[in-house]
């Protein structure tokens, strides 16, 4: 027996949560079982455990779309007992049951081994969020981003993917301006970030196609009006990597600044991505991620904590990273 958070939906459409004594035969189908060890809360599970986007179809459900932990036992030709193993995205918490569990059934071919030196803690406070941030810097410096190239800005960087993106791009060298709703907050000078841009500044058009250049490329996971005006304001040949929606998923823009400044948007998904490209991003995490830094920007809850603080992250009070630990 192990315990799962479970929620489930009542004939009025509302969702509720509640901790379960569940049985391994309660475990959806998949070759690789794992007592998980941590769990974390991103944007999505908050939308999960509001009953929020119609991300999930059949209740009852475990949410939870990460966790680490060891191999129970595997029919996996790449896994064995006793491996440290992650999962992120796939739909996991969503159409799969998820992480908020202290145990779980998956394909093993959404595993990823814990790249070393990594705890299992630590990789739960990267978790998608911040395997996310890692992918966007990825595909900026693709497309030739460099600490030379000038600026970048961090939209919603208080959150876990801006949070996460700030402290990478500083330690690599890079100016990082965040724009953010918390003005006042110390925090982000903490993790690198050397200009703040109230988010106000970002989500007013003036309804020019061109604005002064000022950013080299972006991370950004607010979406909207802020993506819109950000594109406005991109260097020439700058790139601008499209993670989240937080203040909104319509972008109404112009193509001018792709056509006359040679601006690069790039869209980022983590759910579906290729396996070398995740594991090229973890390998990255383990070098270019300050682990001091994860640490003052993680908080941990037990898996009895978890189901107020989704209705917390959707409303933007949730600062950097949380950690579910599904056995405390
Ligand atoms: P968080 O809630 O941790 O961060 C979002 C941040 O956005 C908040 O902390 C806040 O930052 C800002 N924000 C919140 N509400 C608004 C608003 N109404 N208008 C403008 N800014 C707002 O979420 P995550 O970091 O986990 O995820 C961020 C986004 O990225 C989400 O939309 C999520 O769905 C998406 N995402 C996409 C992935 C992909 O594969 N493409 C993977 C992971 C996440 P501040 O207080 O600093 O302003």
Redesign the pocket.
């Known amino acids: 027996m192990f315990k799962a958070l479970v929620i489930d939906k009542s004939d009025d459409k509302s969702v509720s949560a509640s901790i379960k004594e569940l049985d391994d035969k309660d475990l959806p189908e998949g070759n690789v079982t794992i007592d998980v060890a941590y769990s974390t809360l991103?944007?999505?599970d908050g939308l999960v455990l509001g009953g929020l986007g119609g991300l999930v179809r059949n209740y009852p459900h475990v949410p939870g779309i990460d966790f680490s932990g060891t191999v129970a036992n595997s029919d996996h030709a790449e896994y064995k007992t006793g491996d440290k193993v992650i999962l992120t995205g796939w739909r996991v918490g969503e159409v799969h049951w998820g992480g908020y569990s202290q145990r779980a059934r998956v394909n093993g071919d959404w595993l990823v081994p814990l790249p070393s030196p990594l705890t299992e803690y630590q990789a739960m406070a990267v978790g998608?969020?911040g395997l996310?941030a890692m992918l966007g810097i990825m595909a900026l410096e693709d497309h030739g981003l460099t600490p030379s190239s000038g600026p970048i800005l961090v939209t919603?960087?208080?959150?876990?993917?801006?949070s996460v993106a700030c402290s990478i791009l500083s330690k690599l060298g890079f100016e990082v301006h965040a724009s953010?709703?918390?003005v006042d907050d110390q925090y982000l000078t903490s993790i690198g970030v050397s200009e703040i841009i109230p988010?106000e500044e970002l989500a007013e058009s003036n309804g020019k196609p061109l604005n002064k250049e000022r950013w080299a490329g972006a991370i950004d996971?607010?979406g909207g009006s802020?993506l819109a005006n950000l594109l406005t304001q991109t260097k020439y040949g700058g790139s601008v990597a499209a993670?989240?929606?937080?203040?909104g998923n319509k972008l109404e823009t112009t193509v001018i600044p792709f056509l006359l400044r040679g601006v690069n948007l790039l869209g980022?998904?983590?759910?579906m991505c290729p396996k070398h490209k995740r594991l090229q991003a973890w390998q990255r995490l383990t070098t270019d991620l300050p682990l001091e830094l994860l640490e003052t920007m993680t908080e941990t809850t037990p898996l009895t904590g978890i189901a107020s603080k989704g209705t917390d992250?959707i409303k933007?009070k949730?600062?950097g990273r949380m950690v579910v630990d599904v056995n405390g």
């Open positions: 991103n944007y999505k998608t969020a996310t919603g960087a208080s959150g876990g993917v801006g953010t709703g918390r988010r996971s607010v802020s993670i989240g929606l937080a203040g980022i998904d983590s759910v992250i933007g949730v600062r």
